[in-house]
Nanobody
Framework: QVQLVESGGGLVQAGGSLRLSCAAS????????MGWFRQAPGKEREFVSA????????DYADSVKGRFTISRDNAKNTVYLQMNSLKPEDTAVYYC????????????????WGQGTQVTVSS
């Protein structure tokens, strides 16, 4: 069992930055690929980014490529999402998730979800 707890959300002006963190419980964090998703009001949850078990090649949705960076620290059981050049359309609840592979995460194949953290970008 893995429990995921996100933090770092908040209110920021367009063009600003935020860094989200997702802390995982348990000793199996490094066994999972990790990902970030988001859900805006009235919209379906969508893939944002994913990273494999031991870092390396990362994956991003086209809408965030070049602005967001995912990373992980297996010693701290934590995955991060650095978000730069934020836009109002980035406003959403952001969720982290654990899965077996980044490609699986991209299509929503997940094992565990966090509870989410709100990100609001004002224009």
């Amino acid at each position: 069992q893995v429990q995921l707890v996100e933090s770092g959300g908040g209110l920021v002006q367009a063009g600003g930055s935020l860094r989200l963190s997702c802390a995982a419980s348990g000793r199996t964090f490094s066994s999972y690929a990790m990902g970030w998703f988001r859900q805006a009001p009235g919209k379906e949850r969508e893939f944002v980014s994913a990273i494999p078990r031991s870092a390396g090649s990362t994956d991003y949705a086209d809408s965030v490529k070049g602005r967001f960076t995912i990373s992980r620290d297996n010693a701290k059981n934590t995955v991060y999402l650095q978000m730069n050049s934020l836009k109002p359309e980035d406003t959403a609840v952001y969720y982290c998730a654990a899965g077996l592979t980044p490609s699986g995460l991209r299509v929503g194949v997940t094992n565990y979800w966090g509870q989410g953290t709100q990100v609001t970008v004002s224009s």
